[in-house]
Every structure is written in structure tokens, then in C-alpha cells.
């Protein structure tokens, strides 16, 4: 059975990072692992609301640090800025799943 839960062309997990100066790390990304841009959605106020690169078969989506959205760096959180989108054939069972073996 083929699994739909994944949309084309993302895989079945996805990096997303929360940088400050997210411009900035894009760039990076571009020179240094030869990354193409796919999407680019920036705030009124000049932050990246959300951004997707592709280097080689993998995307990566980031955004800049942006409190108020529940966007915070690792230095707010006092660890880790990075999370990964895992898309799977029925989020209702894993998020049940994973609230029972929490207790």
C-alpha cells in the first residue's frame, strides 16, 4: 500500500530550522551546498516567516527567530531551534499513541 501521507516532493521527514538572520543562513546554504531556493515568505518587518531550500533530493524548510509565532532560538529555549516535520498516514493514532506512552 502506497503511503499518501507524504506530499510530493517533500520526504518522509523534513528539517525545519529556526535561525536568526535567516536571510543570511539562505545565502549561505546557496554558496556553500549549492541550495535552490524554492519558497520565500518574509514579514512586513523584513523576517522570514517561512523558507524552503533544496540541496540536492532534500528540502529544508527555516524561518527567522520570531517570538510572538512561537519561533524562538536556541538561546531562548536553552537548547535546540530545530524540528522535523515527520508526515504519516494518520496523525490523530500517532499523536494518541504518543499521549498514552507520555504517562
Keep these: 500500500m502506497t503511503d499518501t501521507s507524504v506530499p510530493a516532493p517533500y520526504g ?4 525545519y ?4 538572520g535567516a536571510a543570511k543562513a539562505l545565502d549561505f546554504y546557496s554558496s556553500a551546498f549549492g541550495a535552490k531556493e524554492r519558497v520565500r515568505i518574509e514579514l512586513r ?17 527555516l524561518s527567522d527567530v520570531y517570538e510572538e509565532s512561537g519561533l524562538a532560538s536556541r538561546r531562548t529555549l536553552g ?9 504519516v498516514p494518520d496523525v490523530d493514532s500517532i499523536f494518541t499513541k504518543g ?3 507520555a504517562e
Excluded at 12 to 15: L, S
Excluded at 45 to 61: K, P, Q, T
Design 12 to 15: 518522509k521527514v523534513t528539517p
Design 17 to 20: 530550522l529556526c535561525i536568526a
Design 45 to 61: 518587518n523584513g523576517l522570514i516567516a517561512h523558507a524552503e531550500i533544496m540541496i540536492a533530493d532534500l528540502i529544508v524548510m
Design 79 to 87: 537548547g535546540s531551534s530545530v524540528g522535523l516535520n515527520v508526515y
Design 99 to 101: 499521549l498514552r506512552s
